[in-house]
């Protein structure tokens, strides 16, 4: 990609190229966080221990995890995922605890694995789109995958 400008015009027109290639890596991060947060709700799903002992309850945290926006700007954007109904059943499940009989339980880890498999796959991801991007000297190829 080529440019003419004045000698006069270099620092705006660098400026307006460093600003289209900041909304372009922007576009792709946002999709990108979108589709990764909802992976990761999948595996955290999938990972999830069941009780099978209490009818009442069987499957029901592992139903719950939800995916939110958490803060969205111009330079930043957040999801969460978390579990609305059994937050306080996620600490204990993750790390064990003690019984009331003074016994500890065996931690059932499936939170910690997810995110890191995720994290892995994501930041991957996201240096790919800069290698991508129009403005880097890739061209800007759609970002879902």
């Not at 004045?6 to 372009?24: F, R």
């Amino acid at each position: 990609m080529s440019y003419k400008v004045k000698s006069n015009e270099v620092g705006s027109a660098v400026g307006s190229i460093l600003d289209q290639y900041t909304v372009d890596i922007q576009a792709g991060v946002r999709e990108l966080t979108d589709e990764y947060a909802d992976k990761l709700k999948e595996q955290i799903k999938k990972g999830s221990p069941v009780d099978w002992r209490r009818v009442k309850r069987r499957g029901k945290y592992k139903r719950n995890w939800k995916v939110k926006t958490t803060s969205k700007g111009f330079a930043v954007y957040k999801r969460t995922v978390y579990s609305p109904k059994e937050y306080r059943l996620t600490h204990l499940l993750e790390f064990g605890h003690k019984t009331r009989k003074g016994t500890m339980t065996r931690a059932q880890a499936h939170i910690a694995p997810a995110a890191e498999n995720i994290k892995r796959d994501y930041v991957k991801s996201i240096s790919d789109i800069v290698r991508q991007s129009k403005h880097y000297g890739g061209g800007r190829r759609s970002y879902k995958r």
